[in-house]
Structures are given as C-alpha cells and as structure tokens.
C-alpha cells in the first residue's frame, strides 16, 4: 500500500528552502540536513563515541546472558537497561522505543511493558527551558502577555516535548506543547548519522543476503516522518483537517479544539481534555472503548484516506465528559494519506 507522510503542500512549497538560525532545513530535506552535518566531523564523531559508550556495556551484557543461558532470568534487568539508555540518547531513540512499545510480536512482552514508560514517563527538561522557547516563539518577554496561567510543572513529558495547563486571557483551558530546546539539532544529526549506517548495512546485504529490503528508503521515510513531527503549525493543521473529516463525523470520538492563532513551529495550543489515559480506563469500558477505537481507525483507513500514524494507548485518552465523547485522540505530529485507488 502507498502512504506519504503528509505535510501541507502550501507550507511546504513556502517553507522547503526555510532554514532555523544554525541553518537546518526546517522541513525535511536529505540533501540539507548531509550539506549541514557533512561539515561538523567532529560533533558526529562526538556523537558516535557517546552512543557506543552507551551501547557496548549493554551489548556484553546481552551476549554474556545469552551465552550463559541466564537471558530468560535476567530479561527484566536487560530490558530496563535498554530503555535507560534511550533516555539518553535522546528524542531519537526514545521515539524508536515508543515504536517498539506496541509491537510485542517483535520484542516481546517483558520488554513491550518496559518500552511503554516511554509513552509518557519520559524525563522533564526544565520548566524554565521550556519558558523561554515559549517566550522566543511569540517573541515576547512576559508569558502573561499571552497565558493567564500556566503550570508550573508540565503534566507530561514526551520524547519530542512536553505539556503543561494552562489557561487563555480569555478563560478557556488549553494544552502547552512545547518542543525541547534543541531538538531540532539532535534529530536531524540522528538522522544523518542513521541514514550513513543504513547505507553502510545496505551494501552489505546486498552483498551477502538474499534479502531485498530496501533499508535506505525506509530509514529516509521514517526520518521524513519524523522530522515533520518537529513542526507543531503542521500538526495543528493535520489536527484541524482530522476533526473535520473524522471528529465531526464519527459518533462517541472527540478531537480537541486547536488555538490556530496562537500554534508556533515549537508551540502548540489546544483545548485541555480532562480524562485517563484508555489503559487505565474500568476493565469494563476498556472493551468497548477498543472497539470505538477500531471502528474509527478503520475508518481513516478505509473511507476519509487520512490516518494518525501514532495510536499508541499515550494518545487515547477516555473522557469524563462524555457529552463530548467518549474516547479522545491526541498528538497529530505524525499522519499519512492513502489514495483513493489504494482505499478502493
């Protein structure tokens, strides 16, 4: 099936040649991102020491369990090992574990459970950090000036952001997404840095396997993707675009409201949904709640041709007020079409 990740058309045409103060392509652009780092030998070097650091110990870890038969018992150890080092590696490979996390049939269920603590238990940065993107974002010095109040602790963290409550001058109640200083930089390094192993790899499969996965073009469609997560006025579009086509016309789902106006490349603003999130809803809601969520992703799938990539359980969320509806879905960073022939 062809999918693309979707990025507006009109943004992108305005913004592909756009660059941020240190010259990084704001959308996603392969050749921009090599012309960039190809030039930093030295911070990629850094960045390659730092991951094998990190990595070598775990790996002798692992091979010396599984050559003393002692995994099986040590799993738990092992696991929670790898997702520490997510963590510190960063937003990159924190958002490969959250991919990991709903996938047991590749990793398992000791270590899908273990993953999941990255859905929403990622490590806060600092509130004041995060005040001071808010603040160069709307190019003000008094976030007053634009929130009547604001957590001072964000009520959740995430691998590319983190949200805090607050509220409008004019009352309402919204969401404060605000991406990670310099997040930006280490993806996009990240991602170079990838794609260089994958072309590495490439070549030595096809070499000496019979396989013929193209590991290049997914690695450049997987950083396309992810890349596009890091603009939040292209997510409060998809956002906009979904409920339309999918909140306003599917019984029991709700999408929250998004304050277009006040939406920034590394803010973003929406209507504050009060609720837990679908695997911590009663057992005895949790099957018709899943059953909702089927039905509405079938659709996307089958009928509108515009999905949410990321339906992991961080992003489904069961409403106390169920006026509105029943089951919410959050977090738009990530969407793909389907051509109408493709659906057919």
């Known amino acids: 099936m062809e999918t693309r990740n979707y990025v507006s058309k009109t943004r992108d045409e305005i913004q592909s040649k756009l660059m941020d103060d240190e010259g990084l392509p704001l959308v996603y652009s392969q050749e921009g991102i090599q012309q960039y780092w190809s030039g930093r030998s030295g911070e990629l070097v850094s960045r390659w020491t730092e991951f094998l650091a990190l990595s070598s110990p775990f790996l002798l870890k692992v091979l010396t369990n599984l050559a003393t038969n002692r995994y099986e018992e040590n799993e738990q150890d092992v696991v929670k090992d790898f997702r520490i080092i997510l963590e510190k590696l960063g937003p990159t490979y924190v958002k ?12 398992g269920d000791t270590a899908m459970l273990e993953m999941k603590k990255l859905q929403d238990g990622v490590k806060k940065f600092p509130t004041d950090e995060a005040m001071q993107v808010i603040k160069l974002e709307y190019g003000i010095e008094d976030i007053g000036e634009v929130f009547a ?37 280490v993806v996009s390094k990240d ?46 579009d998809n956002q906009i675009r979904f409920k339309k086509l999918v909140g306003e016309t599917t019984e029991g789902i709700y999408v929250p409201d998004v304050y ?50 990321d339906p992991h359980p961080g992003n489904l969320m069961k409403m106390n007020d169920t006026s509105k509806g029943r089951l919410a879905i959050l977090d738009y960073g990530l969407m793909a079409e389907i051509p109408d022939s493709e659906r057919q």
């Open 260 to 309: 277009r106006d006040l939406c920034r490349r590394r803010v973003l603003v929406t209507e504050w949904i009060d609720g837990v999130k679908l695997t911590e809803a009663p057992e005895d809601e949790i099957a018709d709640l899943v059953f909702l969520g089927q039905e509405c992703f079938l659709k996307q799938l089958l009928e509108v041709g515009f999905f949410h990539c």
């Open 149 to 185: 109040e604001l957590s001072v602790e964000p009520v959740a963290a995430a691998s590319l952001a983190q949200v805090y409550k607050g509220k409008l001058l004019s009352g309402e109640t919204v969401a404060v997404k605000v991406q990670r200083p310099g997040t930006l930089s």
């Open 191 to 236: 991602l170079y840095v990838l794609r260089r192993a994958a072309e590495l790899f490439q070549g030595i499969s096809d070499r000496f396997s019979p396989n013929q996965t193209d590991f290049v073009a997914l690695m450049e469609t997987w950083g396309e993707g992810f890349y596009t997560e890091l603009d939040f006025v292209n997510e409060a």
């Open 96 to 107: 490969m574990g959250q991919m990991l996390s709903i996938r047991p049939d590749i990793i």
